[in-house]
């Protein structure tokens, strides 16, 4: 187990709904991130949080929205939820200190998500 | 161009064969690269890091190209354990944080 705990571990939403995602980070990392993983496809980058600050994004609509708390678990909301929003969510801790990655640095994942919108 | 390409695959071999994984990258400005394996319907998990210099951990040894820009994992003496989703990842040296750049992923079925 990498000590990341995310929930629920299953979710189905219809189109329209707003959902929020939530994710335990392993102690003492401070660092979260989350992706979207679609059914054949590669985890795709979300955004990240370091310091319950948002810093670092992908190609995700500002419909996809998050949080980081000061116990550094985070929530990701999407709103307005679409058909192809239906994917496994990953969120991913990390020890950082708000850079790029430059050297070896394992992320630690937790068990995922699985959201289906009918 | 994506930025992350892995062999389409599925790979499917008989146990104890070597197989072969390669990845080509597109940002040369990249400075981290891995290989995760992924399990079906788990969440990835670290395989090993990639060098310049390459590097080996028991059965499997991964390589990198600069210049190529190209990624390789060698997996030597194949398993059933083995069989995986295998993902190329790459760190984009332009963004903040992990922004962890995957690859769609090779899928390796090892049968007896």
């Known amino acids: 187990e990498t000590g990341v705990t995310q929930s629920p571990t299953h979710l189905i939403k219809t189109r329209g709904q707003q959902v929020t995602l939530r994710c335990s980070s392993q102690s003492g990392h401070n660092t979260v991130s989350w992706y979207q993983q679609a059914l054949g496809q590669g985890p795709q980058f979300i955004f990240q949080y370091y310091r319950e600050e948002e810093n670092g994004r992908g190609n995700f609509p500002p419909r996809f929205s998050g949080l980081q708390f000061p116990n550094y678990s985070s929530e990701l909301n999407v709103n307005a939820l679409e058909l192809d929003d239906s994917a496994l969510y990953l969120c991913?801790?990390?020890?950082?200190?708000?850079?790029?990655?430059?050297?070896?640095?394992?992320?630690?994942f937790g068990p995922g998500t699985r959201l289906t919108v009918l | 161009r994506k930025e992350v390409e892995q062999d389409p695959g599925p790979f499917n071999v008989p146990e104890g064969a070597t197989v072969a994984f390669n990845c080509t990258y597109s940002?040369?400005?990249?400075?981290?690269f891995f290989w995760y394996r992924q399990d079906c319907r788990k969440e990835p998990k670290l395989l090993m890091s990639?060098?310049?210099s390459g590097n080996e951990d028991g059965r499997f040894t991964a390589q990198l190209n600069r210049a190529s820009q190209y990624i390789s994992l060698l997996i030597r003496d194949s398993k059933l354990s083995d069989s995986a989703t295998y993902l190329c990842v790459v760190n984009m040296a332009n963004q903040a944080g992990t922004a962890l750049i995957f690859g769609k992923g090779t899928t390796l079925s090892v049968s007896s």
């Open positions: 991913a801790s990390r020890r950082g200190s708000g850079g790029p990655l430059t050297s070896y640095n394992e992320q630690f």
């Open positions: 940002n040369s400005a990249s400075q981290s």
């Open positions: 990639v060098y310049s």
